[in-house]
């Protein structure tokens, strides 16, 4: 799992006035695609250092309005590459929010600089700051309200060796708010045992029960795995845990019984399924995922055990077995932020029960607390009682889902995009475009976008104005002039050519059909 640990830049803070306060919203030199969020940020009207003015005697409508102005601020320096790409950038003054991870990490953001707030300080200024921190809560929850999924409980399955695990961890000083339960449609999953609010700790676990490369350092195997040249601590760990899920006495045996014989993911697809997907890149992706582990298994399993058939028994470390523990480690495992500094891959006993979601509660997870020793799972949104709690896996494709956790996430995924190999080299720069700089393109489902009109077509900005400069390199603007439309069906032909095959697979219409059915329709109604 690709945890997010970003906190709000240092240089973002609040700072007393004589009238109220002032959020001071800075984009960071060091952040990922600084130019083009700049460039962003200057089209609408900001600077990449911003103070945001807000008043004791505001009225909250008033609040309301000067924190929509921190919140396009807020969003812009969250983007990710895909929301970046993607995202409107033609009206910018009228975007609501990018995307649904974005808004939450927005939000959140603000929410973060107004709990960061002095205590003294908020308690002089507990009204206005207090009205502002209503305002913030007051929208997620709107957006939870909006995306809210329902989950339901199948009470015909048997959840008796995760009660054990979750004895376990209480004993070992687990802190919970969630239980474990069969969600239909999801498999196992963790449900809210109360109503969970912004900022609660839905699960807290100690250190001393996460498992960690320190376990295979006290192992018998580690004096051998340590004089192999390039061996990784992942690929330690995964050697270790074919063995310690077969130990009777192991520390983690509880853990161990809760898992599937099988994961089930594409990584063991059987037959059926592999010729189900020919011809697909999913399955381009999982054959070349399970060809790359097939060698890494003949190149240092079989030696393993031929040179140490004591350590390493034979009937343990089988091709299957091997694909098992590598199907746990990609689907259960987490980076973790330990108190030395160093990041860590890690099992962690009960969390792996969290499920994905595209609209996750919590996202900021991985880090210990130095105080506590302890790793926390703080929400970002509200849980209800009874509703299914999840994480963010991270921004992944619904392919790599599937080939590496074994399930297709519910609803329409933001990060399903196919790269393109367009050579772009420096030509890729249309003055006035914010995010024209790009020096590689993609492409998603055009059903994602809210502009299908001329000129938009569902597809990205920043490859139709590559398209169209490398066509004519004169400026181009979005109006109904011959010399436009003349250049504009070039455009689509070129695209046409490029994705014939997949749109034929989609069924999809035509594109320069599509130009032309949308242009008659403008000249019949006078445009």
Same mark, same amino acid.
């Given at each position: 799992?690709?945890?997010?640990?970003?906190?709000?830049?240092?240089?973002?803070?609040?700072?007393?006035?004589?009238?109220?306060?002032?959020?001071?919203?800075?984009?960071?030199?060091?952040?990922?695609?600084?130019?083009?969020?700049?460039?962003?940020?200057?089209?609408?009207?900001?600077?990449?250092?911003?103070?945001?003015?807000?008043?004791?005697?505001?009225?909250?409508?008033?609040?309301?309005?000067?924190?929509?102005?921190?919140?396009?601020?807020?969003?812009?320096?969250?983007?990710?590459?895909?929301?970046?790409?993607?995202?409107?950038?033609?009206?910018?003054?009228?975007?609501?929010?990018?995307?649904?991870?974005?808004?939450?990490?927005?939000?959140?953001?603000?929410?973060?600089?107004?709990?960061?707030?002095?205590?003294?300080?908020?308690?002089?200024?507990?009204?206005?700051?207090?009205?502002?921190?209503?305002?913030?809560?007051?929208?997620?929850?709107?957006?939870?309200?909006?995306?809210?999924?329902?989950?339901?409980?199948?009470?015909?399955?048997?959840?008796?060796?995760?009660?054990?695990?979750?004895?376990?961890?209480?004993?070992?000083?687990?802190?919970?708010?969630?239980?474990?339960?069969?969600?239909?449609?999801?498999?196992?999953?963790?449900?809210?045992?109360?109503?969970?609010?912004?900022?609660?700790?839905?699960?807290?676990?100690?250190?001393?029960?996460?498992?960690?490369?320190?376990?295979?350092h006290k192992s018998d195997m580690y004096h051998i795995l340590e004089k192999i040249d390039g061996i990784t601590s992942e690929t330690m760990l995964l050697l270790w845990s074919m063995k310690e899920r077969h130990n009777c006495s192991s520390k983690f045996k509880i853990y161990f019984d809760t898992l599937p014989e099988e994961f089930k993911t594409g990584l063991s697809?059987?037959?059926?399924?592999? &010729?189900?997907? @020919? +011809?697909? !890149?999913?399955?381009?992706? #999982?054959?070349? /995922?399970?060809?790359?582990?097939?060698?890494? %298994?003949?190149?240092?399993?079989?030696?393993?055990?031929?040179?140490?058939?004591?350590?390493?028994?034979?009937?343990?470390?089988?091709?299957?077995?091997?694909?098992?523990?590598?199907?746990?480690?990609?689907?259960?495992?987490?980076?973790? &932020?330990?108190? @030395? +500094?160093? !990041?860590?891959?890690?099992? #962690?006993?009960? /969390?792996?029960?969290?499920?994905?979601?595209? %609209?996750?509660?919590?996202?900021?997870?991985?880090?210990?607390?130095?105080?506590?020793?302890?790793?926390?799972?703080?929400?970002?949104?509200?849980?209800?009682?009874?509703?299914?709690?999840?994480?963010?896996?991270?921004n992944f494709s619904s392919s790599h889902l599937i080939t590496f956790y074994g399930f297709m996430p519910q609803g329409d995924n933001p990060c399903d995009v196919i790269p393109l190999d367009i050579d772009v080299g420096d030509a890729d720069c249309i003055e006035g475009c914010p995010t024209s700089s790009w020096t590689s393109h993609m492409v998603r489902g055009t059903?994602?976008?809210?502009?299908?009109?001329?000129?938009?077509?569902?597809?990205?900005?920043?490859?139709?104005?590559?398209?169209?400069?490398?066509?004519?390199?004169?400026?181009?603007?979005?109006?109904?002039?011959?010399?436009?439309?003349?250049?504009?069906?070039?455009?689509?032909?070129?695209?046409?050519?490029?994705?014939?095959?997949?749109?034929?697979?989609?069924?999809?219409?035509?594109?320069?059909?599509?130009?032309?059915?949308?242009?008659?329709?403008?000249?019949?109604?006078?445009?």
């Amino acid at each position: 799992m690709d945890n997010n640990n970003n906190k709000p830049c240092s240089s973002n803070k609040i700072i007393k006035t004589s009238d109220g306060c002032e959020i001071v919203l800075e984009l960071s030199q060091n952040a990922p695609f600084f130019d083009k969020k700049k460039n962003l940020l200057h089209s609408m009207g900001f600077d990449i250092r911003e103070q945001v003015q807000f008043h004791r005697s505001s009225c909250p409508d008033a609040i309301a309005t000067i924190l929509e102005r921190v919140l396009q601020i807020a969003r812009i320096i969250h983007l990710d590459e895909v929301e970046l790409y993607f995202g409107k950038v033609n009206d910018c003054s009228s975007l609501e929010y990018w995307s649904p991870r974005n808004e939450v990490e927005a939000l959140n953001s603000v929410l973060s600089l107004i709990n960061s707030y002095s205590s003294y300080e908020r308690q002089k200024e507990v009204n206005f700051l207090q009205t502002l921190q209503d305002e913030v809560l007051k929208r997620i929850q709107e957006f939870t309200d909006k995306n809210k999924v329902e989950s339901r409980i199948d009470r015909s399955c048997s959840c008796d060796k995760e009660k054990c695990l979750e004895k376990w961890g209480e004993s070992n000083g687990v802190k919970t708010s969630l239980k474990i339960a069969c969600v239909e449609g999801a498999g196992r999953g963790a449900i809210a045992t109360k109503d969970l609010k912004v900022g609660d700790i839905a699960l807290e676990i100690p250190v001393s029960i996460i498992i960690s490369e320190e376990h295979v350092h006290k192992s018998d195997m580690y004096h051998i795995l340590e004089k192999i040249d390039g061996i990784t601590s992942e690929t330690m760990l995964l050697l270790w845990s074919m063995k310690e899920r077969h130990n009777c006495s192991s520390k983690f045996k509880i853990y161990f019984d809760t898992l599937p014989e099988e994961f089930k993911t594409g990584l063991s697809f059987g037959v059926d399924a592999i &010729m189900a997907l @020919d +011809g697909t !890149l999913l399955l381009e992706e #999982i054959m070349q /995922a399970k060809e790359h582990l097939r060698v890494q %298994y003949d190149e240092l399993v079989p030696p393993l055990c031929k040179n140490y058939p004591d350590v390493f028994l034979p009937e343990l470390y089988t091709w299957e077995q091997f694909l098992w523990a590598c199907e746990l480690w990609y689907s259960n495992s987490m980076k973790v &932020m330990f108190v @030395d +500094g160093k !990041l860590r891959t890690c099992l #962690i006993p009960i /969390a792996g029960f969290l499920n994905h979601s595209l %609209y996750p509660h919590i996202v900021h997870y991985g880090k210990v607390d130095s105080a506590t020793n302890t790793l926390k799972f703080p929400l970002t949104r509200p849980c209800c009682f009874g509703e299914q709690c999840c994480l963010s896996y991270g921004n992944f494709s619904s392919s790599h889902l599937i080939t590496f956790y074994g399930f297709m996430p519910q609803g329409d995924n933001p990060c399903d995009v196919i790269p393109l190999d367009i050579d772009v080299g420096d030509a890729d720069c249309i003055e006035g475009c914010p995010t024209s700089s790009w020096t590689s393109h993609m492409v998603r489902g055009t059903w994602l976008s809210n502009n299908h009109n001329i000129f938009y077509y569902g597809l990205p900005s920043p490859l139709l104005d590559y398209l169209r400069g490398a066509r004519s390199p004169a400026p181009h603007t979005k109006t109904i002039e011959i010399s436009n439309l003349e250049n504009e069906i070039e455009v689509l032909k070129d695209l046409q050519s490029t994705f014939s095959s997949m749109m034929e697979n989609l069924g999809d219409t035509d594109l320069v059909d599509r130009f032309y059915a949308i242009l008659a329709v403008m000249m019949l109604a006078g445009m």
